[in-house]
């Protein structure tokens, strides 16, 4: 079995890292650059740094802070937020991101995928997908959940794998923010469906949730923020906790 990822996710607003319920009442979680370095030094794997305000309010991500939080980092870094074109994630690159996270612009414009890949390579080129499970049916949202699209999830994570997608970060937005675990069966059915990483987010609340999306969930890595952001579960404990449950873990 590959090592199993532990992602902190840093969800920026106006600058700040903030962490809210369903993605509607964000509170401030603190300073983005200051968090970046705490999580490298604390065994993070990976981080993922999405501007959740640049699809809505139409601006890009912040080059500047992603250099500032780059610089701090000896660790994979993905960005998303706004990302729309061939040029966003060029810069992005450049100034220090390993990869791009794309979400609504991937559904609006599915040639965008096969363009990043061919660009930069599928190891940069994650795509978000945010669902819902309405009437036993997973549905495609947009805009941080806002917006329902007709898409079938699994359908669509296919789609996203065919187009030359490297990993793909699934939110489950009934659980996002609950903290009562992640969404296990649709993970461990995107996992046995697709070839790629698959990145669970969504829920998580304790230790024994990561575990069970490793075991249960078949997730190749666990994404979630405000339970390291208020240091509800240490990465140090969590990662002891895995490996003596037998989960490959980097120590």
């Given amino acids: 079995m590959l090592t199993k990822r532990i992602i902190p996710c840093l969800d920026i607003k106006n600058g ?18 200051e968090l970046a370095a705490a999580y490298a030094e604390k065994g993070a794997d990976e981080l993922v740094f999405l501007d959740i305000s640049a699809t809505e309010e139409k601006r ?30 060029d810069i992005l690159l450049k100034n220090g991101a390993d990869k791009v996270s794309i979400n609504s612009s991937a559904v609006k414009n599915p ?24 009437d036993g049916k ?5 805009v941080g959940g806002k917006v329902p699209t007709e898409l079938d999830l699994f359908e ?12 793909i970060l699934f939110t489950s937005m009934d659980h996002d923010g609950t903290k009562n675990g992640f969404a296990n069966e649709a993970l461990a059915r995107l996992s046995e469906e697709l070839n790629i990483p698959i990145i669970a987010s969504g829920g998580a609340g304790n230790i024994q949730h990561f575990e069970d999306t490793f075991m249960e ?21 969590l990662k002891n906790s895995l490996k003596n449950s037998g989960i490959p873990v980097r120590i």
């Fill in 16 to 33: 700040r890292t903030v962490k809210g319920v369903n993605f509607v009442d964000l509170r401030d979680a603190g300073d983005p650059v």
């Fill in 60 to 89: 890009r991500t912040l080059a500047k802070l992603v250099l500032d939080v780059a610089e701090q980092l000896n660790i994979p870094f993905t960005v998303g937020g706004g990302i729309s074109s061939v040029e966003d994630v």
């Fill in 111 to 134: 040639d965008l995928i096969n363009q990043l890949s061919e660009k930069f390579g599928s190891q940069c080129v994650v795509v978000a997908i945010d669902a819902k499970n309405i």
């Fill in 138 to 142: 997973w549905t495609v949202h947009l």
């Fill in 156 to 167: 669509w994570a296919k789609e996203v794998e065919s187009r030359g997608a490297g990993e």
């Fill in 217 to 237: 969930g078949k997730a190749d890595a666990a994404l979630a923020a405000s339970v390291f952001h208020f240091k509800e579960i240490e990465i140090s404990d």
